[in-house]
């Protein structure tokens, strides 16, 4: 696959928890999973640098980490919205797809909020950065996503137990429980 007249080179990087996508040393992209150790590899979250978007590298490291699990005989449970738009698309890889996601037993910890903040409330007192912004669904806790260098919306969800929080991305509207691992459309 080429980007830019570059080869696309998806790697493991199981320290991060995540595949990778590079052209030599650069970056492209990355797709974000959970291996639980039982057999099943979550699939959690895939990001692009906008520079490359639809130029394939999403779809090389969806590929990828679904042929890694087939050669490592890993169930595929798809959390990520690019990874089962994906799998609508490539049917040949629905064999390693585990049937029936699992219902999200914190629904009645949703409650309506306000965001705390315009951004991500402990990197703005810290002075940190963020990459993306998730809302809290229980208390309106503006935080930073698991792609910032210091995730604060799920450090916050770990020590509130809050599990739910929301995407508050422009054009974004589904949430995400952090204890059930499972990424929720329209609650």
Not at 22 to 31: D, M, S
Not at 92 to 97: I, N, S, T
Not at 110 to 136: K, N, Y
């Amino acid at each position: 696959m080429s980007v830019e007249q570059g080869t696309i080179e998806v790697v493991d990087a199981p320290e991060a928890h995540r595949y990778e996508a590079h052209r030599g040393p650069e970056l492209l992209g990355f797709l974000d999973y959970r291996n639980r150790g039982d057999g099943r590899l979550v699939l959690v979250h895939t990001e692009v640098d906008p520079a490359y978007e639809g130029q394939g590298v999403g779809s090389a490291l969806a590929r990828h980490a679904l042929e890694d699990a087939r050669a490592r005989r890993l169930s595929v449970v798809p959390r990520c919205p690019f990874v089962l738009a994906y799998l609508r698309r490539h049917k040949e890889y629905a064999d390693l797809v585990v049937p029936a996601a699992p219902a999200c037993s914190h629904l009645e910890m949703i409650r309506e909020v306000a965001p705390s903040a315009t951004g991500c409330e402990d990197c703005l007192r810290i002075g940190g950065t963020w990459v993306h912004l998730r809302l809290c669904r229980t208390c309106g806790h503006v935080g930073c996503c698991d792609s910032s260098p210091n995730r604060h919306a799920s450090a916050h969800a770990r020590e509130t137990e809050h599990p739910i929080v929301r995407s508050i991305e422009p054009g974004e509207s589904w949430s995400w429980c952090y204890v059930d691992e499972l990424l929720l459309e329209q609650p």
